[in-house]
Nanobody, 121 residues
Framework: QVQLVESGGGLVQPGGSLTLSCVASGSIYTIYTMGWYRQAPGKQRELVATITSTGKTNYADSVKGRFTISRDNAKNTVYLQMNSLSPEDTAVYSC???????????????WGKGTLVTVSS
């Protein structure tokens, strides 16, 4: 079994910063791409940022220059540093991981349950 646990969400004022973390644990042989997605109230889920196993990153245009994705392969952890937050960034942020399971060497993708980020004064 594989679990993803996010942390770091909360309430922040406009212009503030937050850092999200997502730890993957369980039957993991290797992790490929890790990423963050978000879903605002009444909207579709959208890509925020992804990072490959070699460190190549991809960002949504709406967060370029403000958000930074990084990962610690030794800890099976992906981070999302969010700066200059605005109310439009309010959403549930979910972690997504593509990995190969140690138990059967199947390549699967997993989602975390999400962490709420609220940007409000």
């Amino acid at each position: 079994q594989v679990q993803l646990v996010e942390s770091g969400g909360g309430l922040v004022q406009p212009g503030g910063s937050l850092t999200l973390s997502c730890v993957a644990s369980g039957s993991i042989y290797t992790i490929y791409t890790m990423g963050w997605y978000r879903q605002a109230p009444g909207k579709q889920r959208e890509l925020v940022a992804t990072i490959t196993s070699t460190g190549k990153t991809n960002y949504a245009d709406s967060v370029k220059g403000r958000f930074t994705i990084s990962r610690d392969n030794a800890k099976n952890t992906v981070y999302l540093q969010m700066n200059s937050l605005s109310p439009e960034d309010t959403a549930v942020y979910s972690c997504h991981v593509d990995l190969m399971r140690y138990s059967d060497f199947e390549i699967m993708d997993y989602w975390g349950k999400g962490t709420l980020v609220t940007v409000s004064s």
